[in-house]
């Protein structure tokens, strides 16, 4: 924090902004409960601020000052994820800090058991990924079981960090991962390493002080690192491997077999690329810096509205609450959700119409409540997203379980860009299939732990 507001002060043409965005990042986070909140609240609120963050640094890196809009759009953003982490606060528990101490409810599973586990459910989740591509509805139902694999991904990194043991093991796992989100069309490599960074930061109760912490915060920065270099390889790459993906088409769709996928990432990226020194880091970051700022279409957004070319009666968040009481295997009708077609409509811009765009959640929230009455819809979501953790905590299951759950459910849910059509039935569903598998697949795999549990999700009295 204090290299980021030194940096501020000797270079930043929006040192006022730049100041304001630091200030804002440290006071949501003690809000949280400073350095005993919970990781996975903690990534959250980090990762959300980044996308404000980022315009601001976007725009001292073009040497460029940022316009009225710019600067409304960044200061909404800012107070709406306060109020978000004010909502999380509450939810898990008033009166107290989202921190971890709940007890151990029975011995932890080994790394052997939970990688069993793991390597079994990868022909489960390939399937559920194919089912879910077939059609909106599927998508819905079995996209949602996907948030699976978060859990047990972060139950492998936990046990690794808990025990000392097994680290070869899990560089195998986030290799494989990496791997396989690289042959996809978008960037899912990062989430596994970032899962393997919320779990570095998570404390146990075996694991004691000193060397084990600094040793966590060590692969924790090694993880960021990871994720950050990655990105930028990524970024590279990107434009040129989805076009010979699709083959032109400009779909975001994937025409190639994953041996293929492969063996154009092995040539063309680590042979061409990576061996032979041809990445150009500063343009990299600059398209990388470009990608993750996202308050533009806010302030693009809050423009439009100002000069009155947007309709009163464009509600988002009631356009919403219909999609989630009308599901879609009872209401094949209804219409599929077209982020850039909103976009498009709120900001004036021309999009590709195979490019998925969304203004955001904030400001369809500001849009549709204006200002200060979003901050209240914004509270319950945060609440919401508290209530969620706080639930999958108090599991009859050991520790390492319970926040796995929570990352499951957290990890993924509301990102800053995403539309509020798409967030939150993404989280009731997300939420709802992690659900099911806290009550009925879990005591399955328990029982073979030896445990006798009464059911999923239960106080651990």
């Given at each position: 924090?204090?290299?980021?507001?030194?940096?501020?002060?000797?270079?930043?043409?929006?040192?006022?902004?730049?100041?304001?965005?630091?200030?804002?990042?440290?006071?949501?986070?003690?809000?949280?409960?400073?350095?005993?909140?919970?990781?996975?609240?903690?990534?959250?609120?980090?990762?959300?601020?980044?996308?404000?963050?980022?315009?601001?640094?976007?725009?001292?890196?073009?040497?460029?000052?940022?316009?009225?809009?710019?600067?409304?759009?960044?200061?909404?953003?800012?107070?709406?994820?306060?109020?978000?982490?004010?909502?999380?606060?509450?939810?898990?528990?008033?009166?107290?800090?989202?921190?971890?101490?709940?007890?151990?409810?029975?011995?932890?599973?080994?790394?052997?058991?939970?990688?069993?586990?793991?390597?079994?459910?990868?022909?489960?989740?390939?399937?559920?990924?194919?089912?879910?591509?077939?059609?909106?509805?599927?998508?819905?139902?079995?996209?949602?079981?996907?948030?699976?694999?978060?859990?047990?991904?972060?139950?492998?990194?936990?046990?690794?960090?808990?025990?000392?043991?097994?680290?070869?093991?899990?560089?195998?796992?986030?290799?494989?991962?990496?791997?396989?989100?690289?042959?996809?069309?978008?960037?899912?490599?990062?989430?596994?390493?970032?899962?393997?960074?919320?779990?570095?930061?998570?404390?146990?109760?075996?694991?004691?002080?000193?060397?084990?912490?600094?040793?966590?915060?060590?692969?924790?920065?090694?993880?960021?690192?990871?994720?950050?270099?990655?990105?930028?390889?990524?970024?590279?790459?990107?434009?040129?491997?989805?076009?010979?993906?699709?083959?032109?088409?400009?779909?975001?769709?994937?025409?190639?077999?994953?041996?293929?996928?492969?063996?154009?990432?092995?040539?063309?990226?680590?042979?061409?690329?990576?061996?032979?020194?041809?990445?150009?880091?500063?343009?990299?970051s600059q398209e990388l810096?470009?990608?993750?700022?996202?308050?533009?279409?806010?302030?693009?957004?809050?423009?439009?509205?100002?000069?009155?070319?947007?309709?009163?009666?464009?509600?988002?968040w009631l356009a919403t609450?219909?999609?989630?009481?009308?599901?879609?295997?009872?209401?094949?009708?209804?219409?599929?959700?077209?982020?850039?077609?909103?976009?498009?409509?709120?900001?004036?811009?021309?999009?590709?119409?195979?490019?998925?765009?969304?203004?955001?959640?904030?400001?369809?929230?500001?849009?549709?409540?204006?200002?200060?009455?979003?901050?209240?819809?914004?509270?319950?979501?945060?609440?919401?997203?508290?209530?969620?953790?706080?639930?999958?905590?108090?599991?009859?299951?050991?520790?390492?379980?319970?926040?796995?759950?929570?990352?499951?459910?957290?990890?993924?849910?509301?990102?800053?860009?995403?539309?509020?059509?798409?967030?939150?039935?993404?989280?009731?569903?997300?939420?709802?299939?992690?659900?099911?598998?806290?009550?009925?697949?879990?005591?399955?795999?328990?029982?073979?732990?030896?445990?006798?549990?009464?059911s999923g999700i239960q106080?651990?009295?």
């Amino acid at each position: 924090m204090g290299g980021l507001t030194t940096l501020g002060l000797l270079y930043s043409r929006n040192l006022d902004i730049w100041l304001l965005c630091l200030a804002s990042l440290w006071i949501t986070i003690l809000c949280l409960g400073g350095r005993k909140s919970y990781p996975v609240f903690v990534f959250f609120i980090i990762v959300s601020w980044s996308r404000v963050f980022a315009d601001v640094m976007l725009a001292d890196f073009s040497d460029l000052d940022l316009n009225d809009w710019a600067k409304e759009a960044i200061f909404y953003s800012l107070i709406s994820l306060f109020f978000i982490a004010c909502g999380i606060r509450f939810g898990f528990g008033v009166g107290r800090s989202v921190e971890q101490t709940y007890v151990q409810a029975g011995r932890s599973p080994t790394l052997r058991q939970i990688l069993v586990v793991y390597l079994c459910s990868i022909p489960i989740f390939t399937l559920l990924a194919i089912a879910a591509n077939i059609s909106q509805s599927t998508q819905q139902i079995f996209g949602s079981f996907l948030a699976l694999k978060a859990v047990l991904i972060y139950c492998i990194a936990a046990t690794v960090y808990q025990t000392g043991r097994g680290y070869t093991v899990l560089m195998l796992v986030l290799a494989g991962e990496v791997v396989i989100g690289f042959t996809g069309f978008f960037s899912a490599f990062k989430e596994p390493i970032i899962i393997a960074c919320v779990a570095a930061l998570s404390s146990y109760p075996g694991d004691g002080l000193g060397r084990a912490i600094n040793k966590r915060f060590v692969l924790a920065s090694l993880c960021a690192g990871a994720v950050i270099w990655l990105s930028l390889v990524w970024a590279t790459v990107k434009p040129e491997y989805r076009d010979w993906l699709n083959e032109g088409t400009g779909a975001q769709v994937v025409l190639k077999t994953l041996p293929e996928r492969l063996e154009w990432l092995s040539n063309e990226l680590v042979t061409e690329k990576l061996m032979n020194g041809h990445i150009d880091y500063w343009r990299a970051s600059q398209e990388l810096l470009s990608r993750v700022a996202y308050t533009y279409y806010y302030s693009l957004m809050l423009e439009r509205r100002d000069a009155g070319l947007i309709p009163p009666d464009d509600a988002r968040w009631l356009a919403t609450i219909k999609r989630i009481i009308m599901p879609r295997l009872l209401f094949p009708g209804k219409p599929v959700v077209d982020d850039s077609e909103t976009t498009k409509r709120l900001t004036g811009i021309s999009i590709n119409q195979n490019t998925s765009i969304g203004v955001g959640y904030i400001a369809e929230t500001h849009l549709d409540f204006g200002f200060p009455l979003m901050l209240v819809p914004l509270f319950a979501i945060g609440f919401a997203m508290g209530r969620v953790g706080r639930a999958f905590a108090n599991m009859n299951a050991p520790r390492i379980i319970c926040d796995g759950f929570v990352c499951g459910a957290i990890v993924g849910a509301f990102a800053y860009e995403s539309a509020i059509d798409k967030a939150l039935p993404g989280f009731v569903l997300s939420c709802g299939a992690l659900a099911i598998c806290a009550r009925y697949v879990y005591p399955v795999f328990a029982r073979k732990l030896g445990r006798k549990v009464r059911s999923g999700i239960q106080s651990k009295a």
